[in-house]
């Protein structure tokens, strides 16, 4: 689909003026100031949104607590249909809201659809799915062990991947019987108000979603310091975490961190270079490498070196560049011009340290200086001491790395980062690729190239500086639920 000029773009009707948060079922207007949303590829402001008090927040968490003892007592099977009808209603609307991401993110609208809005969709249908046979109550030899709902859960979500970071929150902690308050980011709000609006269409009970938008440091704050929310489940960056956490620790309140990654992908010297190298590109710029799991360093043995360089060069020359609503658009925009000059600003300090620019850099890309664009990105000789080998760029650039001494080395290599949250390892023998992966310190290795989407019911987290915690799955449930061992 390309949007030309009297098109009407999807969910064009979804991107306009907010002024209410969604508190106790009900719209309640805000006292906020507006913020802008700005489509980063015309750098207009299409929207606004208010900026939430801390009262609003406190009004928020009234809702859901009051909310809470209801929906704690009900069945395990009635919560689960409440999530498989947020589910059905979010698969209707999916082209709709596809084009919402497209909008506020800059992600193309024909992969958004599928991976901002569809997916979100079977995390909480997989979700709803575990908590069928989730062990709410569990034999021992001395009696049983119960698991129940821990209260108030705050989510805080990102701005990049907006919808399935709430799914991966939300789906979880309804199932297991909390409340929710949820602040998505001020960056790319208006996704998170579509969601609001399906919340009350798919009749949930009042107080059980509450949705105050808002900055960090004033809504978000107010929440996590709240002493009756129980659990805080925050996707973002590493500082922001451990505010998060500072915040909570007085209340003693469990903290669940997804945070950033600087993450390998490992080609082993039998690596099959047809599919690995193709596949390298793609985890490495989705989304225009606005992923906290992209595959951002390639760790290349020193006899593959050239070839690879060779065809990472010709394959990213093949990437196209533009307007998310053109259906030939591989990339749209970064979401923002401070993410743009954040990005630059790596690119420039990497040229600076001595590593060898393959293609791309830091200036936009051809015929495209309006928007935040930004050129993918591939640098070479890159050793682990250099600031490209060891910070999050969150953008289109990809580091190669070479290694020397066989799978040893890559695994060396690999763990060579303070992060921990995913890597790759590709090889023609997947006994060997899954024996190098095991001792990658990582929360998800994804073994020749294993998709996401297939995999929704593994466990999603990092080691180190990657975060706390983990989301999807049973693992996910588990963030949520307090154990009592019931004996006798």
Same mark, same amino acid.
């Given at each position: 689909?390309?949007a030309g000029v009297g098109t009407r773009r999807p969910g064009a009707d979804l991107v306009r003026d907010r002024t209410d948060h969604l508190i106790g079922?009900?719209?309640?207007?805000?006292?906020?100031?507006?913020?802008?949303?700005?489509?980063?590829?015309?750098?207009?402001?299409?929207?606004?949104?208010? !900026?939430?008090?801390? =009262? $609003?927040?406190?009004?928020? #968490?009234? /809702?859901?607590?009051? *909310?809470?003892? &209801?929906? %704690? !007592?009900?069945?395990? =099977? $009635?919560?689960?249909?409440? #999530?498989? /009808?947020?589910?059905? *209603?979010?698969? &209707?609307? %999916?082209?709709?809201?596809?084009?919402?991401?497209?909008?506020? #993110?800059?992600?193309?609208?024909?992969?958004?659809?599928?991976?901002?809005?569809?997916?979100?969709?079977?995390?909480?249908?997989?979700?709803?799915?575990?908590?069928?046979?989730?062990?709410?109550?569990?034999?021992?030899?001395?009696?049983?062990?119960?698991?129940?709902?821990?209260?108030?859960?705050?989510?805080?979500?990102?701005?990049?991947?907006?919808?399935?970071?709430?799914?991966?929150?939300?789906?979880?902690?309804?199932?297991?019987?909390?409340?929710?308050?949820?602040?998505?980011?001020?960056?790319?709000?208006?996704?998170?108000?579509?969601?609001?609006?399906?919340?009350?269409?798919?009749?949930?009970?009042p107080g059980v979603v509450d949705v105050v938008s808002g900055t960090g440091p004033v809504v978000g704050e107010a929440l996590v310091r709240d002493p009756?929310?129980?659990?805080?489940?925050?996707?973002?960056?590493?500082?922001?975490?451990?505010?998060?956490?500072?915040?909570?620790?007085?209340?003693?309140?469990?903290?669940?961190?997804?945070?950033?990654?600087?993450?390998?992908?490992?080609?082993?010297?039998?690596?099959?270079?047809?599919?690995?190298?193709?596949?390298?590109?793609?985890?490495?710029?989705?989304?225009?490498?606005?992923?906290?799991?992209?595959?951002?360093?390639?760790?290349?043995?020193?006899?593959?070196?050239?070839?690879?360089?060779?065809?990472?060069?010709?394959?990213?020359?093949?990437?196209?560049?533009?307007?998310?609503?053109?259906?030939?658009?591989?990339?749209?925009?970064?979401?923002?011009?401070?993410?743009?000059?954040?990005?630059?600003?790596?690119?420039?300090?990497?040229?600076?340290?001595?590593?060898?620019?393959?293609?791309?850099?830091?200036?936009?890309?051809?015929?495209?200086?309006?928007?935040?664009?930004?050129?993918?990105?591939?640098?070479?000789?890159?050793?682990?001491?250099?600031?490209?080998?060891?910070?999050?760029?969150?953008?289109?650039?990809?580091?190669?790395?070479?290694?020397?001494?066989?799978?040893?080395g890559a695994v060396e290599l690999a763990n060579s980062t303070d992060y921990g949250l995913a890597a790759g390892v590709w090889s023609a023998d997947r006994?060997?690729?899954?024996?190098?992966?095991?001792?990658?310190?990582?929360?998800?290795?994804?073994?020749?190239?294993?998709?996401?989407?297939?995999?929704?019911?593994?466990?999603?987290?990092?080691?180190?500086?990657?975060?706390?915690?983990?989301?999807?799955?049973?693992?996910?449930?588990?963030?949520?639920?307090?154990?009592?061992?019931?004996?006798?």
């Amino acid at each position: 689909m390309t949007a030309g000029v009297g098109t009407r773009r999807p969910g064009a009707d979804l991107v306009r003026d907010r002024t209410d948060h969604l508190i106790g079922g009900r719209w309640v207007r805000s006292t906020g100031e507006p913020v802008a949303v700005v489509d980063p590829a015309t750098e207009r402001v299409v929207a606004h949104v208010p !900026a939430g008090t801390a =009262a $609003e927040a406190t009004a928020a #968490v009234d /809702a859901a607590h009051a *909310a809470w003892p &209801a929906w %704690a !007592a009900t069945g395990v =099977a $009635e919560r689960v249909g409440h #999530v498989r /009808a947020l589910a059905d *209603a979010l698969d &209707a609307a %999916a082209e709709e809201i596809g084009g919402v991401v497209a909008t506020e #993110v800059g992600m193309p609208w024909h992969l958004a659809v599928p991976a901002q809005v569809r997916m979100p969709a079977q995390v909480l249908r997989t979700t709803a799915d575990l908590a069928e046979g989730y062990p709410w109550r569990e034999p021992t030899s001395a009696g049983e062990v119960l698991r129940a709902p821990a209260g108030v859960v705050v989510a805080i979500t990102p701005w990049n991947m907006p919808l399935h970071q709430i799914a991966a929150k939300i789906g979880p902690a309804l199932v297991a019987g909390c409340t929710v308050v949820l602040k998505p980011s001020e960056v790319a709000p208006l996704c998170a108000y579509a969601l609001a609006e399906l919340v009350v269409a798919a009749g949930l009970p009042p107080g059980v979603v509450d949705v105050v938008s808002g900055t960090g440091p004033v809504v978000g704050e107010a929440l996590v310091r709240d002493p009756r929310t129980a659990v805080v489940s925050f996707t973002g960056s590493v500082g922001a975490g451990a505010r998060v956490a500072e915040l909570a620790a007085p209340g003693i309140k469990r903290v669940c961190l997804e945070l950033g990654g600087k993450s390998a992908n490992v080609l082993l010297d039998d690596a099959p270079l047809d599919v690995a190298v193709p596949s390298a590109v793609q985890q490495a710029f989705f989304n225009s490498g606005q992923a906290c799991n992209a595959l951002t360093r390639l760790l290349v043995p020193a006899a593959l070196h050239d070839e690879v360089c060779e065809r990472l060069v010709a394959a990213v020359g093949e990437i196209r560049t533009g307007d998310p609503f053109d259906a030939t658009s591989d990339l749209g925009p970064l979401v923002s011009a401070a993410q743009r000059d954040r990005v630059r600003g790596h690119v420039r300090r990497a040229c600076t340290d001595g590593a060898r620019l393959l293609t791309g850099g830091p200036d936009a890309p051809d015929g495209l200086d309006v928007g935040y664009y930004h050129r993918p990105t591939v640098f070479t000789d890159v050793p682990p001491d250099l600031a490209l080998a060891h910070e999050e760029v969150f953008g289109p650039v990809l580091a190669v790395q070479v290694y020397d001494s066989g799978d040893a080395g890559a695994v060396e290599l690999a763990n060579s980062t303070d992060y921990g949250l995913a890597a790759g390892v590709w090889s023609a023998d997947r006994d060997r690729a899954r024996a190098v992966g095991a001792r990658i310190r990582a929360g998800q290795v994804k073994v020749n190239g294993v998709r996401t989407r297939d995999s929704l019911d593994a466990p999603f987290g990092g080691y180190g500086r990657s975060g706390l915690g983990r989301e999807l799955g049973r693992y996910g449930i588990d963030e949520f639920v307090e154990i009592t061992s019931l004996l006798g």
